[in-house]
């Protein structure tokens, strides 16, 4: 039955997929007031990369409260926005992109819930400062009545033996059976060239990060939201938990990859990474470029293999 499902290129309350190949605000200004229940997306950062024309900042953050100011029109009162980023990079300088979008959203009302750090381990590597390891995913609602419901997405405990040691419930299981709250850092992994889910756009969510967000922040059948689609990430987290879901892409190549992805989510075979799967550890798979040959040879020829310090200086 699932792979009947037809993807619109028109947004439809009718339907349950609309995939809009073009500028989200024609996307948006055709979706009725108050009708999503998750908005999640991750803009472009401004940074230059081949979808995206480098503004100055200041004209970037107009066309950011253009687009969330038709989200929040869009969205349910019960709704949530969540709104991924990383930093803008100016001559070496880095504005982490949700202090100045931050705003944005508390002109428009909304309440800020989380600020939730999303850690991984892959990335450029900096030679004049530490290495990006982490980005942000602000989420507001709409309003204080808003829906959350964190069953679905809590992982395991850490003790799941330990008990109550005095008081009333003594030798009673303190924990909750069905997990932990995830808490607001999350290490999930990047999507990069060795994952599973890696196509050729160069900033993919992985599935697993909004699947996260679908089950906690939205009820079957409610609508999901991505005004800048890429890969079609956020669709597929919607119909996999059997959500709707819609986005607007501008670039035809992204609109394609995202028709392949959904399609293949709708016939089961698309590959994703699970939920909750423990993020690989070299050291416990007993990878063996964990041996460090430089260990192994003269001084001499150790030293060679190691960058001069001098490159790392301040002038
Ligand atoms: C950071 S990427 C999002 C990638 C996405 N999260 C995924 O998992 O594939 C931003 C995307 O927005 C698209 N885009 C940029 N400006 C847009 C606009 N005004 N309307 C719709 N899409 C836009 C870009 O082409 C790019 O694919």
């Given amino acids: 039955m699932i792979n009947k499902i037809a993807i619109s290129d028109k947004f439809k309350t009718s339907e349950r997929i609309a995939i809009y190949p073009g500028e989200c605000l024609d996307l948006l200004k055709t979706v009725p007031n108050n009708s999503i229940q998750l ?18 900042l200041k004209k970037y953050i107009d066309q950011q409260a253009a687009v969330i100011t038709e989200c929040v029109r869009v969205l ?100 909750n059976p069905l997990g932990k709250n995830p808490g607001d850092i999350w290490v999930i992994p990047n999507v990069k060239s060795n994952h599973v889910e890696k196509t050729e756009h160069p900033c993919q969510f992985p599935v697993e990060l909004i699947e996260r967000f679908v089950l906690s922040l939205t009820r079957e059948d409610d609508w999901v939201l991505d005004p800048f689609l890429g890969t079609g990430t956020s669709v597929v987290a919607a119909i996999k938990h059997n959500r709707k879901g819609a986005g607007a892409e501008v670039f035809p190549k992204y609109v394609k ?59």
């Avoid at 997306?41 to 100055?56: F, M, Q, R």
């Avoid at 504005?95 to 990335?123: A, C, S």
């Avoid at 960058?307 to 200086?313: D, F, G, L, N």
Wanted: hydrophobic share 30%; charged share 25%; with cysteine.
């Fill in 76 to 175: 349910s009162d019960q709704g949530s926005i969540c709104w991924q980023v990383g930093n803008y990079v100016d001559d070496g300088a880095i504005i982490p992109l949700d202090t100045v979008l931050y705003p944005i959203f508390n002109d428009l009302g909304l309440k800020m819930r989380n600020r939730i750090i999303w850690h991984f381990e892959q990335g450029l590597h900096c030679s004049k400062r530490f290495s990006g390891r982490y980005e942000t995913i602000i989420w507001f609602t709409k309003s204080k009545d808003y829906y959350f419901n964190l069953d679905p997405v809590r992982v395991p405990q850490k003790y799941p033996g330990k008990k109550y040691f005095k008081g009333p419930k003594a030798g009673e299981y303190s924990c």
């Fill in 257 to 315: 990859i995202a028709h392949d992805r959904i399609k293949q989510e709708l016939g089961g075979i698309l590959k994703t990474r699970p939920m909750n799967k423990p993020v690989y550890d070299p050291e416990k798979a007993g990878n063996s470029l964990r041996i460090a040959p430089w260990g192994q040879i003269s001084p001499s020829e150790q030293l060679r293999l190691l960058e001069k310090p001098e490159r790392y200086c301040a002038k």
């Fill in 39 to 56: 908005v999640v997306t991750s803009p472009p950062y401004n940074i230059g990369k081949e979808y995206e024309k480098k503004l100055n």
